[in-house]
């Protein structure tokens, strides 16, 4: 079994930064692609940005230049940087992972969730 568990939300300032960290446990062969998305209250959930296991990055129009997507897989550990946030960043965000377990099937997970909020 596998358990992602996510770190870094809170309350800040326009203007501000956050880095917000999801960590693999359990039984893990590797990790394959990573993907953080967002959840704001009304809203469909989007994709924010995403690493696959080659390195190549994606993000949404509306934080490029401003977030960054990182891994480091010797620790089963992926980050996502934050900076320049804005008030429409404030959401919910979710790490998924896709990953392959010991018994060698893939799966797949999303983290409990971490708030932030952007605000003055």
């Known amino acids: 079994q596998v358990q992602l568990v996510e770190s870094g939300g809170g309350l800040v300032q326009p203007g501000g930064s956050l880095r917000l960290s999801c960590v693999a446990l359990?039984?893990?062969?590797?990790?394959?692609?990573i993907s953080w998305y967002r959840q704001a209250p009304g809203k469909e959930r989007e994709l924010v940005a995403a690493?696959?296991?080659?390195?190549?990055?994606e993000y949404a129009d509306s934080v490029k230049g401003r977030f960054a997507i990182s891994r480091d897989d010797a620790k089963y550990t992926n980050f996502l940087q934050m900076n320049n946030l804005k008030p429409d960043d404030t959401a919910v965000y979710y790490c998924y992972v896709k990953l392959t377990a010991w018994n060698h099937f893939n799966y797949d997970y999303w983290g409990q969730g971490t708030q932030v909020t952007v605000s003055s």
């Open positions: 690493v696959s296991n080659d390195g190549s990055t």
């Open positions: 359990g039984s893990i062969l590797s990790i394959n692609d």
